[in-house]
T-cell receptor, first 111, second 113 residues
C-alpha cells in the first residue's frame, strides 16, 4: 500500500522567510503527486501537481515543488512566505485511481 | 491522532443501484465533513460540505438529489450515490475537521458497471 509522510506537523515562520515542507511517498511505481492547501475554515485547494516531465513544478501563489524520484520526495518550497500563507498543507500521491494523503503540515506565518 | 475511518475502500456496483459510503471519526467529534471526488489524472474536487445536524452545502454542478449526504451525528457522515451510472465511477474521499486541523479518510474507489 502506498503511503505519504510529511515530516513536519507544525512549522512557524516569520514573514519573508523561506519555506520548505517535506513530503515522501512510498510507492515505487508511477505516481501522480499533489500539494494542496487548506486555509482556515475552507476546503482544499490545489497548489500544484506533478504527473511527468520537468521535475520542478511551479504552482500558484509562488509555490513550487521538486520531484526527486531517487529520494521518493516531492518537497514544497516558497522563497518568501507571507502572513496569508498561514494554512494547512497536504501532500498526496495518486496511483491506480486512489489518493493517499499525508497527515498535513500546519504553517503559521508571523507578521 | 485523529482518525477517520472510511468504508468501503473499494466497491463495484451495477448501473442503477445505490451505494453508500461511510466516514466515521474514531476518536474525535467531527462537526464539519468535506466530501471530495477525484477523476483520473485530476485533482480532488469538492462536492459538498456537511455540518452535523444541518443540510449539506453542495458545490455548483453537484446534484444534491443524486449525492445524498447525511451527517446525523458527530461521528458519522455518509455519502449515498443514488442510481449510479458509469460516469459516477470515481474516487471519493472525506475529510473531517479536527481540533488541530483536518484529517482524511482512506477513500473509496467506486466502479459502476
Amino acid at each position: 500500500a502506498q503511503s505519504v509522510s510529511q515530516h513536519n506537523h507544525h512549522v512557524i515562520l516569520s514573514e519573508a522567510a523561506s519555506l520548505e515542507l517535506g513530503c515522501n511517498y512510498s510507492y515505487g511505481g508511477t505516481v501522480n503527486l499533489f500539494w494542496y492547501v487548506q486555509y482556515p475554515g475552507q476546503h482544499l485547494q490545489l497548489l500544484l501537481k506533478y504527473f511527468s516531465g520537468d521535475p520542478l513544478v511551479k504552482g500558484i501563489k509562488g509555490f513550487e515543488a521538486e520531484f526527486i524520484k531517487s529520494k521518493f520526495s516531492f518537497n514544497l518550497r516558497k522563497p518568501s512566505v507571507q502572513w496569508s500563507d498561514t494554512a494547512e498543507y497536504f501532500c498526496a500521491s495518486t496511483n491506480a485511481g486512489k489518493s493517499t494523503f499525508g497527515d498535513g503540515t500546519t504553517l503559521t506565518v508571523k507578521p | 491522532g485523529a482518525v477517520v475511518s472510511q468504508h468501503p475502500s473499494w466497491v463495484i456496483c451495477k448501473s442503477g443501484t445505490s451505494v453508500k459510503i461511510e466516514c466515521r471519526s474514531l476518536d474525535f467529534q467531527a462537526t464539519t465533513m468535506f466530501w471530495y471526488r477525484q477523476f483520473p489524472k485530476q485533482s480532488l474536487m469538492l462536492m459538498a460540505t456537511s455540518n452535523e445536524g444541518s443540510k449539506a452545502t453542495y458545490e455548483q454542478g453537484v446534484e444534491k438529489d443524486k449525492f445524498l449526504i447525511n451527517h446525523a451525528s458527530l461521528t458519522l457522515s455518509t455519502l449515498t450515490v443514488t442510481s449510479a451510472h458509469p460516469e459516477d465511477s470515481s474516487f471519493y474521499i472525506c475529510s473531517a475537521k479536527t481540533g488541530l486541523g483536518y484529517t482524511f479518510g482512506s477513500g473509496t474507489r467506486l466502479t459502476v458497471v
